[in-house]
Every structure is written in C-alpha cells, then in structure tokens.
C-alpha cells in the first residue's frame, strides 16, 4: 500500500508557473506508475499527465502538452508537475494517484487504473 501527499498548489497569475509535488510513502515507489489528474466542482476527474514506473515514458493530454512537465525521482519516492504558462482554465484541484504494475515503461491514461490517490492541492490561476 502507498500513501500519497501532494503540495504545491497556490494562487498565480496567468502566464506564471507552479510546481506541484506528490510524496509517497513505503519503500516500493518504483513499482507504480504515476498520473496527475484535475477535477472541478461539477465536472468529471480528467487526465493531466503520467509517467512510467522508470520514468522513461510520459504522457500529457492535449490541453496541457508543451506546458506542463511530469518528472519523478525514485530514490526520493516523488513524483512532481512542473507547470508553466499557466491559464484560467488550469485552475482545479489536482491529485496524484499510483498504479502498481508490472510494466516498466507504461502508464495509463484512464483514472480506473489507479489504485491510489492523494487528497489533491488547489491550483488557481487568476486572470
């Protein structure tokens, strides 16, 4: 089992840059694959980005791709999102979440995958 915490999040101003950072606890980090995905109040949970379990892989959806940046760092069990340019419509609570998975070089884009999620951190970006 992997406990997930993300910070990071704030409040910036269009244009400015975030970066967001999911700790994880035990000593199997590396056997997940990793996502972010955002939520508004009344709208559906949806993809932001994913990485592989040896990070070799990412993956972005299209509303975010050029902007924001997944990376992690196995020995320190984190896995960050680097974002930048940032727009009113980013704005929304993102969570963290981890897929045990035999697969090194994969991750999912689907939230029904992951087996783990964080209590998210508000990201808010002003006009």
């Known amino acids: 089992q992997v406990q997930l915490v993300e910070s990071g999040g704030g409040l910036v101003q269009a244009g400015g840059s975030l970066r967001l950072s999911c700790a994880a606890s035990g000593r199997t980090f590396s056997s997940y694959a990793m996502g972010w995905f955002r939520q508004t109040p009344g709208k559906e949970r949806e993809f932001v980005a994913a990485i592989s379990r040896s990070g070799s892989s990412t993956y972005y959806a299209d509303s975010v791709k050029g902007r924001f940046t997944i990376s992690r760092d196995n020995a320190d069990n984190t896995v960050y999102l680097q974002m930048n340019s940032l727009k009113p419509e980013d704005t929304a609570v993102y969570y963290c979440?981890?897929?045990?998975?035999?697969?090194?070089?994969?991750?999912?884009?689907?939230?029904?995958?992951?087996?783990?999620w964080g209590q998210g951190t508000q990201v808010t970006v002003s006009s």
């Open positions: 979440a981890a897929d045990w998975t035999y697969y090194t070089h994969t991750a999912h884009s689907r939230s029904q995958e992951y087996d783990y």
